[in-house]
């Protein structure tokens, strides 16, 4: 069976742990808080430098860029040369990012160099932990090595309406400044107690309620997400946190009791490409469907 690659984007913020234990390459993000000097993610900046520049700097919301077709072709071409003729890539909502658009350019150019090779990109409709999820689901089957990429693929596309991603956050102040607040926009101007649960819909953030407690937020998060999972035992689980992790803990141990869950819960910090857009105290849950 021909040897398949996992390209990845950085936004679902896969641990090392798994990337090295998958065999998958990361495509950083690039990160400005002054519009001229551009941080590579994870290399020239790390998630808790970042988190800890945007409370210095209440005021100076971050901006960031997605990888550009050349950081694509270089990734296509590194797994190339290690004799990988067929790679899966995911990446962020089209919605949300031009990682998607940026690494289509550089897939048909590749192509088109290098004929032999085969690229199935895959435009996820979310991000973070739903994305991660999805990301870990394609991995675990490549590695199985008992399907061959075209059906890979078909699967991988089909996931993406099994999975789900919702989140919280301590402000709605990043997202607007951000442009990416969406159908959320009903929360802007509520109480300063009101915490948003959000989710993403055909790739744009959605309201879905608000609470009136951190907490509550928290577990009525886990209250939807157990809610919409049909078997807990034909699941991936992931969630992200931006520099809460105590909060993060709380909530697997509500989903843990919630779905008498015994598997692994993937968690993780919450990316700076995602960061900056949702701040410090973001937290969030996704899944995707195993198959049956």
């Not at 089209?94 to 090779?117: P, R």
């Not at 675990?140 to 399907?147: A, E, L, T, V």
Request: glycine content about 6%; some cysteine.
């Amino acid at each position: 069976m021909p040897k398949i690659a996992q390209i990845v984007d950085a936004a679902s913020n896969l641990p090392s742990e798994i990337l090295e234990k998958y065999n998958i390459v990361k495509i950083p993000f690039y990160i400005t808080f002054d519009e001229k000097e551009y941080l590579v993610q994870g290399k020239d900046i790390s998630d808790e430098e970042f988190y800890k520049k945007m409370a210095e700097n209440p005021d100076k919301a971050p901006k960031t860029a997605a990888p550009n077709p050349e950081d694509w072709f270089n990734a296509f071409k590194e797994k190339y040369d290690k004799g990988f003729k067929e790679i899966i890539v995911t990446t962020i909502s089209s919605e949300l990012s031009a990682s998607y658009q940026n690494a289509n350019i550089a897939k048909n150019d590749f192509t088109e160099k290098y004929q032999d090779a085969k690229i199935t990109l895959i435009d996820t409709r979310t991000c973070t932990c739903g994305q991660a999820a999805l990301e870990i689901k394609i991995a675990q089957i490549i590695k199985s090595g008992k399907k061959y990429f075209e059906e890979i693929s078909k699967i991988a596309k089909e996931s993406i309406k099994k999975t789900s991603t919702i989140f919280t956050v301590k402000t709605l102040k990043y997202m607007k400044a951000g442009g990416r607040i969406g159908g959320a926009t009903q929360f802007v101007g509520t109480l300063l107690n009101i915490k948003p649960i959000m989710e993403f819909v055909n790739g744009v953030v959605k309201p879905i309620k608000a609470v009136r407690s951190r907490t509550k937020s928290l577990e009525e998060m886990v209250n939807i997400i157990s809610d919409r999972i049909k078997d807990p035992k034909k699941v991936i689980l992931c969630t992200r946190n931006a520099m809460c992790k105590e909060d993060e803990e709380y909530m697997i141990d509500k989903l843990k009791e919630k779905l008498n869950y015994e598997g692994e819960i993937y968690s993780g910090t919450l990316g700076a490409v995602i960061g900056a857009h949702s701040g410090p105290g973001a937290i969030g849950i996704g899944f995707t469907e195993l198959e049956q």
